[in-house]
């Protein structure tokens, strides 16, 4: 089923399908990891893209 890991909404992009998290929930997730220090200077395929 094509619904969000972290909160439960049906995801509708084909980009979100494939990471399996909405934006919004991507977002949170990526800045929770650069928080625990998991991640740093990483860029993401969004910002590439614009």
Do not use: H, W
């Not at 980009?15 to 998991?38: D, M, Q, T, V, W």
């Amino acid at each position: 089923m094509n619904q969000c890991i972290r909160c439960g909404r049906k995801l509708k992009d084909k980009k979100s399908i494939e990471r399996k998290f909405g934006p919004a929930c991507y977002k949170k997730y990526l800045k929770e990891l650069e928080e625990i220090g998991l991640v740093e200077n990483q860029v993401t395929i969004d910002e590439v893209e614009g």
